[in-house]
Protein backbone atom coordinates (compact mmCIF):
# COMPACT_ATOMS: atom_id res chain seq x y z
CA UNK A 1 0.00 0.00 0.00
CA UNK A 2 1.61 3.29 -0.93
CA UNK A 3 0.86 6.18 2.11
CA UNK A 4 -0.49 8.91 1.03
CA UNK A 5 0.11 12.67 3.09
CA UNK A 6 -3.67 13.03 4.13
CA UNK A 7 -4.66 16.48 4.69
CA UNK A 8 -7.68 18.80 5.16
CA UNK A 9 -8.73 20.24 1.70
CA UNK A 10 -8.90 24.34 0.75
CA UNK A 11 -10.23 26.34 -1.37
CA UNK A 12 -8.05 25.66 -3.85
CA UNK A 13 -8.22 22.04 -4.04
CA UNK A 14 -12.20 22.36 -5.39
CA UNK A 15 -11.54 22.08 -8.86
CA UNK A 16 -9.63 18.76 -8.78
CA UNK A 17 -11.73 17.32 -6.15
CA UNK A 18 -14.84 18.02 -7.94
CA UNK A 19 -13.14 16.39 -10.79
CA UNK A 20 -12.25 13.37 -9.01
CA UNK A 21 -15.93 13.02 -7.94
CA UNK A 22 -17.15 12.96 -11.82
CA UNK A 23 -14.08 10.81 -12.90
CA UNK A 24 -15.23 8.01 -9.96
CA UNK A 25 -18.91 8.26 -10.96
CA UNK A 26 -20.17 9.63 -7.49
CA UNK A 27 -21.85 12.60 -8.45
CA UNK A 28 -25.53 12.55 -9.45
CA UNK A 29 -27.56 15.32 -11.48
CA UNK A 30 -28.81 16.95 -8.89
CA UNK A 31 -25.41 17.45 -6.86
CA UNK A 32 -23.44 19.97 -7.71
CA UNK A 33 -19.88 18.50 -6.54
CA UNK A 34 -18.17 21.94 -6.32
CA UNK A 35 -21.10 23.60 -4.12
CA UNK A 36 -21.12 20.60 -2.00
CA UNK A 37 -17.38 20.81 -1.33
CA UNK A 38 -17.56 24.21 -0.66
CA UNK A 39 -20.43 23.79 1.89
CA UNK A 40 -18.30 21.18 3.72
CA UNK A 41 -15.41 23.21 3.89
CA UNK A 42 -17.83 26.02 5.48
CA UNK A 43 -19.84 23.53 8.21
CA UNK A 44 -18.78 23.30 11.69
CA UNK A 45 -19.65 19.74 11.55
CA UNK A 46 -18.06 18.49 7.96
CA UNK A 47 -15.28 18.97 6.46
CA UNK A 48 -12.88 17.62 3.10
CA UNK A 49 -9.54 15.63 3.07
CA UNK A 50 -7.97 14.81 0.37
CA UNK A 51 -4.57 12.13 0.09
CA UNK A 52 -1.70 13.36 -1.91
CA UNK A 53 0.62 11.39 -3.82
CA UNK A 54 4.30 11.29 -3.32
CA UNK A 55 4.04 14.04 -6.12
CA UNK A 56 1.74 16.12 -4.21
CA UNK A 57 -1.43 15.48 -6.82
CA UNK A 58 -4.54 15.20 -4.68
CA UNK A 59 -5.50 11.09 -5.69
CA UNK A 60 -7.86 10.54 -3.15
CA UNK A 61 -10.58 12.59 -1.21
CA UNK A 62 -13.98 12.17 1.86
CA UNK A 63 -15.95 14.47 2.66
CA UNK A 64 -16.84 13.87 6.27
CA UNK A 65 -19.06 15.47 8.76
CA UNK A 66 -21.35 14.59 11.52
CA UNK A 67 -24.59 15.70 13.27
CA UNK A 68 -23.47 15.13 16.60
CA UNK A 69 -24.63 11.78 17.21
CA UNK A 70 -23.43 9.73 14.08
CA UNK A 71 -20.69 10.24 11.56
CA UNK A 72 -21.02 10.09 7.89
CA UNK A 73 -18.88 9.52 5.46
CA UNK A 74 -19.66 11.11 1.46
CA UNK A 75 -17.53 11.03 -1.48
CA UNK A 76 -15.05 8.59 -0.55
CA UNK A 77 -12.95 8.51 -4.33
CA UNK A 78 -9.81 6.94 -5.03
CA UNK A 79 -8.37 8.02 -8.81
CA UNK A 80 -9.64 5.10 -10.97
CA UNK A 81 -5.83 4.76 -12.39
CA UNK A 82 -4.53 4.38 -9.19
CA UNK A 83 -7.53 1.99 -7.82
CA UNK A 84 -6.61 -1.08 -5.54
CA UNK A 85 -3.39 0.35 -4.20
CA UNK A 86 -5.17 1.43 -0.73
CA UNK A 87 -5.80 4.74 -1.09
CA UNK A 88 -9.57 4.26 -0.53
CA UNK A 89 -8.89 2.23 2.61
CA UNK A 90 -6.83 5.39 3.53
CA UNK A 91 -9.41 7.86 2.94
CA UNK A 92 -11.81 5.45 4.81
CA UNK A 93 -9.71 5.31 7.92
CA UNK A 94 -8.91 9.39 7.78
CA UNK A 95 -12.56 10.15 7.93
CA UNK A 96 -13.24 7.46 10.49
CA UNK A 97 -10.16 9.26 12.43
CA UNK A 98 -11.62 12.69 11.78
CA UNK A 99 -15.14 11.37 13.53
CA UNK A 100 -13.27 10.05 16.63
CA UNK A 101 -11.68 13.18 17.28
CA UNK A 102 -14.45 14.64 17.59
CA UNK A 103 -16.12 12.23 20.02
CA UNK A 104 -18.43 10.85 17.13
CA UNK A 105 -19.25 6.51 18.23
CA UNK A 106 -20.63 5.47 14.75
CA UNK A 107 -19.93 5.72 11.32
CA UNK A 108 -22.29 5.53 8.50
CA UNK A 109 -22.31 5.96 4.80
CA UNK A 110 -25.00 5.65 1.57
CA UNK A 111 -24.38 3.70 -1.30
CA UNK A 112 -26.39 4.30 -4.24
CA UNK A 113 -28.54 1.07 -5.29
CA UNK A 114 -26.74 1.57 -8.54
CA UNK A 115 -22.87 1.71 -7.62
CA UNK A 116 -23.01 -1.94 -6.23
CA UNK A 117 -19.51 -2.79 -6.97
CA UNK A 118 -18.65 -0.35 -3.90
CA UNK A 119 -20.46 -2.50 -1.20
CA UNK A 120 -17.38 -5.51 -1.04
CA UNK A 121 -14.80 -3.00 -1.02
CA UNK A 122 -16.78 -0.87 2.02
CA UNK A 123 -17.38 -4.71 3.93
CA UNK A 124 -14.18 -5.46 3.58
CA UNK A 125 -13.39 -1.96 6.14
CA UNK A 126 -15.81 -3.47 8.65
CA UNK A 127 -18.87 -1.85 7.41
CA UNK A 128 -22.25 -3.94 7.36
CA UNK A 129 -25.34 -3.59 5.65
CA UNK A 130 -27.69 -1.29 8.24
CA UNK A 131 -31.49 -2.76 8.09
CA UNK A 132 -32.99 0.50 7.56
CA UNK A 133 -35.81 2.34 5.66
CA UNK A 134 -34.51 5.79 4.40
CA UNK A 135 -37.19 8.39 3.92
CA UNK A 136 -36.39 11.53 1.61
CA UNK A 137 -38.11 14.54 0.83
CA UNK A 138 -37.07 17.17 -1.51
CA UNK A 139 -37.22 20.88 -0.19
CA UNK A 140 -36.34 22.36 -3.27
CA UNK A 141 -37.97 21.46 -7.01
CA UNK A 142 -36.73 17.92 -8.02
CA UNK A 143 -33.94 18.46 -10.04
Known amino acids: MLPLIIRNASTDDEPRVAELWRECGLVASYNDPATDFRFALAG ?38 AQGQGFGRQMVEAG ?3 LRERGVVKVQLLVRETNTKVVSF ?11 TVMAKWLV ?3
Do not use: C, I, N
Request: proline residues 5%; hydrophobic residues 40%.
Open 44 to 81: AASDVLVGQDEAGHVVASVMVGHDGHRGWLYYVAADPT
Open 96 to 98: EAW
Open 122 to 132: YEHLGFEVAPR
Open 141 to 143: DTP
